[in-house]
């Protein structure tokens, strides 16, 4: 279709969607069917601006005659358009409101899988945008009791976190993660998360949180007696000890091995910092617990 094919075809159906003298009511069907043949061709013409535009349209024609499904997949095609343009804020926005639109429909899996190919787009250039709406993402399938669906999800936000250095999101990010694994039988997942948790809290120099998310995740069934139970107690053993060969040999165990790779990393630098101090600023902040 030519260039000029598709500007016809969206003056039409702009001026379907307008009222005159002759035309007492929008004609949001036959507005609709051109503005969805010029987003094509203005797409195969490489035109991003206009094919984004009309894909807008098309969607807003396809919400105004009540098919919410049809009007998120346009947006999603627009999203898409605004990611090649490296409009990260019209991507934040147009993949949000495709994920309402398939929330209209009642639909939680397409309303959260909008939202990740948002996140996936953003995260090199706004990963802190990308995070809110990985977050939103899984949120969207909690609450729809669908938690194993997610765990794509928290891995990536996790991942990210740590990618920014936020290691304290990152780590409540895991036992979130290892909560939803809970609601759903998923032990060994569970379990690694919890295990991740501790030792993305050892790696930020905090031994105190490192404990104390140990002490929690300990009072679970599923934790205690785990190979990843038994891999944390070494981990914070050692570094109440200050036994740097023991930490090493644990972080290298087949284990922390099974972990995500990403926090396999982390664990292959422990220990970070001095032990000695770190062992000290616990037992400081533990006193200090004790006089409040």
Not at 6 to 34: H, I, P, Q, V, Y
Not at 154 to 178: H, N, P, T
Not at 181 to 197: G, T, V, W
Not at 262 to 273: F, Y
């Amino acid at each position: 279709m030519a260039r000029s094919d598709s500007e016809k075809l969206m003056a039409k159906a702009d001026k379907l969607t307008k009222l005159s003298f002759t035309r007492w009511k929008a004609d949001w069907n036959g507005a609709t069917l051109l503005y969805e043949q010029a987003a094509n061709g203005f797409r195969l013409a490489k035109n991003l601006e206009k094919a984004k535009l009309a894909f807008e349209k098309a969607s807003r024609g396809q919400e105004i005659l009540s098919s919410p499904w049809d009007a998120a997949k346009h947006m999603e095609s627009a999203a898409a358009l605004a990611k090649e343009q490296g409009n990260w804020g019209e991507v934040a926005d147009f993949y949000r409101r495709a994920s309402e639109l398939y929330m209209e429909c009642g639909r939680s899996q397409p309303a959260s899988d909008a939202l990740a190919k948002g996140a996936r787009a953003l995260e090199e250039c706004v990963p802190e945008e990308a995070i809110r709406l990985y977050t939103d993402a899984c949120t969207i399938l909690e609450e729809d009791g669908k938690e194993q669906m997610a765990f794509d999800l928290y891995r990536a936000a996790m991942s990210l976190y740590i990618k920014v250095e936020k290691y304290e999101d990152a780590a409540a990010y895991l036992l979130r993660w290892g909560l939803a694994a809970d609601k759903c039988n998923a032990r060994h997942s569970q379990c690694k998360a919890y295990l991740s948790a501790i030792i993305v809290y050892l790696y930020a120099h905090d031994l105190k949180q490192a404990e104390k998310c140990y002490n929690d995740c300990s009072q679970t069934d599923a934790f205690m007696g785990s190979d990843q139970y038994h891999s944390a107690t070494k981990l914070v053993s050692a570094y109440s000890e200050g036994d740097v060969e023991e930490i090493k040999r644990v972080a290298q165990s087949s284990t922390v091995s099974n972990l995500d790779h990403v926090v396999v990393r982390l664990a292959r630098k422990l220990p970070t910092g001095d032990l000695n101090a770190l062992k000290a600023d616990a037992e400081d902040q533990l006193d200090e617990d004790d006089l409040t």
